[in-house]
């Protein structure tokens, strides 16, 4: 590993006091989090850790290369990728660690406390499964009533590639301008819920937390192609 002068120290030996130099400082965690995700370049990581200043981010993709976690490519004044070195991928179990220990030990439904529509949005875009959708573009709104009109719409867009057997998943929160295949109705609530596994569709739809409306076969397979939060399946405490 590298080492920069511009980090402050704790002054020991200990591997935790020299790991924790590079890794406790305010959103660095997130910010591994999301390249451990797949986000290479800037706008991805802003959307991944929305409430994170540009100016902040900038800092910490630098301290993060200077200590040899990431490595940045620049290609051009507008082509910039940030990805993890062998170093920063070895953090993956320890990041993944300490989501299934905040699952675990804190309490579940804390997360509906923290409730935020660009995090949720863009995590389930870069979880989804189009295997189920039909392989034509599909368009897919959801619609959080209970939300500032700001943040009430947002769209998936999953178009096949020619030449690939993947599709491109797009996230928009203005209006694509395509027809809509699906319109999912909910709170933000309910839907983070279905989200982090504390809930289903089903159940939610039954007691009319969320309404959808559509392609029967898209909304047969809802639960199928939205998926899950990587971590709605850890272990949790007994009530």
């Known amino acids: 590993m590298k080492e920069t002068s511009t980090t402050p120290t ?3 030996f200990c591997p935790v006091a020299m790991a924790s130099e590079i890794l406790c400082n305010r959103w660095t965690v997130l910010l591994v989090r999301e390249m451990l ?23 910490r993709l630098k ?8 490595a940045v490519t620049r290609n051009g004044e507008n082509s910039t990728e940030y990805r993890l070195t062998d170093a920063g991928e070895e953090l993956r179990p320890v990041i993944m660690g300490i989501g299934f220990w905040g699952q675990k030990w804190i309490e579940s439904r804390a997360s509906l406390r923290n409730l935020d529509p660009s995090l949720l949005m863009w995590d389930m875009r870069r979880n989804l499964n189009p295997e189920p959708l039909p392989k034509r573009r599909c368009t897919i709104q959801f619609l959080y009533h209970d939300l500032d009109p700001a943040q009430q719409n947002w769209w998936l867009v999953i ?3 020619p030449g690939s ?13 395509f027809d809509v295949d699906l319109l999912v109705q909910s709170t933000l609530r309910s839907m983070t819920s279905v989200w982090m ?3 289903n569709v089903q159940s939610e739809v039954r007691s009319g937390q969320i309404e959808i409306d559509g392609d029967k076969t898209i909304a047969r397979d809802i639960q199928t192609w939205l998926t899950l939060s990587p971590f709605a399946h850890g272990e ?4």
């Open 165 to 177: 057997a993947q599709e491109k998943v797009d996230l928009c929160n203005v209006d694509p301008g």
């Open 159 to 161: 178009t096949p590639t």
């Open 37 to 59: 995700c797949g986000s290479t370049r800037f706008n991805d990581l802003r959307r991944g850790v929305p409430r994170m200043s540009p100016a902040l981010l900038s800092k």
């Open 197 to 199: 596994g504390l809930t």
């Open 63 to 70: 301290e993060l290369e200077l200590t040899g976690v990431i």
């Open 236 to 239: 949790r405490r007994a009530a």
């Open 10 to 12: 704790y002054g020991q």
